[in-house]
């Protein structure tokens, strides 16, 4: 299993532009989360989702936007990026048991110019 | 709300000193699990324990040891004669449980981190 793979790993954006940044896992969970890190920062939730087609917001959702047409795919999608996205962003999933272990992705290191 | 503290934004040792890395939480649930990630130079996130709210018993893993205490709200971290590969950030998060007719769908609240750097 490749577990959860994200990418890209690196992207620079000038302000403005949009981009996806693509998340994918292959351990069948139900439950899909996007979290983004800021510099000196622990993690915070933009959006999650709980099955195909449904998703909802988290901490942060504001310049963000998600959809889940399959169990594997949770896509991330940023419409006019501006210099305050500029974070890693970490892509994680869980089977949605109770005890709810999350497993993360790498990560994909976005900069805004 | 969920709120996780770890006062101890960095932390410097001489290698073989023992460290315990500090979290506080606060939820209203009854039900939840604290969680331990290390996240070195490279990046990536590293799992390294759960506990539920259930569980208070210490856990030893090797030259870890967790340290929980419902009373105070605290889940510390302990390393064991430190190793500069511990050098990291470490983070303390904290989950509502999945079900038992909750909506919290097991969304981490992470703390701020703790920037660890051991010295040979």
């Known amino acids: 299993n490749a577990g959860v793979t994200q990418t890209p790993k690196f992207r620079i954006l000038k302000i403005g532009q949009s981009m996806t940044l693509q998340c994918t896992q292959d351990?069948?969970?139900?439950?899909m989360y996007w979290y983004r890190q800021d510099p000196g920062m622990g993690l915070k939730l933009i959006y999650y989702?709980?099955?195909?087609?449904?998703?909802d917001k988290g901490e942060v959702p504001n310049g963000y936007n998600v959809s889940r047409s399959t169990t594997e795919d949770f896509p991330l999608r940023l419409e006019l990026a501006a210099p305050s996205q500029t974070s890693v962003y970490f892509c994680a999933s869980s089977s949605g048991r109770s005890y709810n272990e999350q497993f993360f992705g790498p990560g994909t290191r976005l900069t805004v110019l | 709300a969920q709120k996780v503290t770890q006062a101890q934004t960095e932390i410097s040792v001489v290698e073989k000193e023992d460290v315990t890395l500090d979290c506080v939480y606060e939820?209203?649930?009854?039900?939840?699990?604290l969680f331990w990630y290390k996240q070195p130079p490279s990046g990536e996130l590293v799992f390294l324990i759960r506990r539920n709210s259930f569980d208070e018993q210490n856990e030893i893993s090797g030259r870890y040891s967790w340290n929980f205490q419902k009373s105070t709200s605290s889940f510390n971290f302990t390393i064991t004669a430190s190793q500069v590969v511990d050098s990291a950030v470490y983070f303390c998060?904290?989950?509502?449980?999945?079900?038992?007719?909750?909506?919290?769908?097991?969304?981490?609240?992470f703390g701020q981190g703790t920037i660890l750097t051991v010295h040979p």
């Open positions: 998060a904290l989950s509502e449980a999945v079900g038992a007719g909750g909506t919290s769908y097991g969304k981490l609240t």
């Open positions: 989702s709980v099955g195909a087609g449904i998703t």
């Open positions: 351990m069948n969970h139900n439950y």
């Open positions: 939820t209203r649930d009854t039900t939840y699990y």
